[in-house]
Structure formats: C-alpha cells, structure tokens
C-alpha cells in the first residue's frame, strides 16, 4: 500500500501545480489588464470624439435636419490576418422629424484603408472631406456601415449636411 501511495505522490502533486496554474495565470493577466484569450469580436462600438461632444439643435419652426442629426460610431473590429487593426463605422440617421438627409460629408482628414471600402458607401473627396451614401439621401432612421482597416482610427465627424 505505501508503494503504491510513493507511486500516486508525484502525480498528484504534478496535477495540483497544474491545476493551481491553471486558475492562477488567468486571474494574474486578468488583473494586469492583459487579455490575450479575448475575443476582439465582442467590443462594442464608441461614439466618435465629435459624437460625444453633440450639441442639442436649436430647431426654428420650418428648420427639417442639422448635422447634429447624424450620428457616428466607430469602435474595433477584428483585425486582418496580418494583424492591421480593423474598425468598425456606423453612420445614422437619428432625425426626431422624420428626415431623409442627404450630403452628409464627414471630416476625416487623409482616409485610407488597406481593406477596400465600398465608395458608393464611404468615399475620400479630397483631404478632411468625405462623402456619405454617394451624396445620395439617407432615410430616416436608417444606418450605413462599413469597415476599414489601419494602423490607426480615423477621428470622423459630420462637416455638412443637405436636407
């Protein structure tokens, strides 16, 4: 019996320390801010710098839309195989009066994405001025998206609108 007891010895201490590691590692990273076993699929969107700093409009009588009626939020998405940051955009019309709202140009100083994004969605003009839908109206309630990808965000912000 206490053979066999020397023999089991090794093999339940190895199996505590492993199992002690176990619970042990992942409550060290997690308290360290490191997650490498996080999925970037789950993280959710932010508003834009120019979002959260909104002003309320002030609506006169006969005024349809203002650029404080498209929102933008812009969060991380998963990143491309080769590691380039992916993000994601969502560009809403949030009109109280039931608007469609056209023209909607954003600054978004020297836009570029490794990954192709659709120019009937999202096209650079020219340096800080990118436009909406192809310039085409986007309804009342409705959300554009899409994705791009580099090294760093783009801060995007509402420039003009046409009602």
């Given at each position: 019996?206490?053979?066999?007891?020397?023999?089991?010895?090794?093999?339940?201490?190895?199996?505590s320390?492993?199992?002690?590691?176990?619970?042990?590692?992942?409550?060290?990273?997690?308290?360290?801010?490191?997650?490498?076993?996080?999925?970037?699929?789950?993280?959710?969107?932010?508003?834009?710098?120019?979002?959260?700093?909104?002003?309320?409009?002030n609506?006169?009588w006969?005024?349809?839309?203002?650029?404080?009626?498209?929102?933008?939020?812009?969060?991380?998405a998963?990143?491309?195989?080769?590691g380039?940051?992916?993000?994601t955009?969502?560009?809403?019309?949030?009109?109280?009066?039931?608007?469609?709202?056209?023209?909607?140009?954003?600054?978004?100083?020297?836009?570029?994405?490794?990954?192709?994004?659709?120019?009937?969605?999202?096209?650079?003009?020219?340096?800080?001025?990118?436009?909406?839908?192809?310039?085409?109206?986007?309804?009342?309630?409705?959300?554009?998206?899409?994705?791009?990808?580099?090294?760093?965000r783009?801060?995007?912000?509402?420039?003009r609108?046409?009602?």
């Amino acid at each position: 019996m206490s053979e066999n007891l020397r023999r089991l010895a090794p093999i339940a201490a190895t199996l505590s320390v492993i199992l002690f590691l176990m619970l042990a590692l992942p409550t060290a990273l997690h308290s360290r801010r490191i997650y490498p076993l996080a999925s970037p699929h789950r993280k959710l969107l932010v508003h834009s710098e120019a979002s959260a700093t909104l002003e309320e409009p002030n609506r006169v009588w006969g005024d349809k839309c203002s650029r404080a009626d498209i929102l933008i939020n812009q969060g991380p998405a998963a990143p491309l195989p080769t590691g380039i940051p992916t993000y994601t955009v969502e560009i809403i019309n949030v009109c109280v009066t039931g608007c469609d709202i056209a023209g909607i140009h954003l600054t978004c100083g020297w836009f570029s994405s490794i990954r192709l994004v659709n120019p009937r969605i999202f096209k650079r003009l020219r340096y800080n001025d990118c436009i909406v839908n192809d310039g085409k109206p986007l309804a009342n309630g409705r959300t554009l998206s899409f994705q791009y990808a580099n090294s760093f965000r783009y801060p995007l912000s509402v420039q003009r609108v046409r009602c």
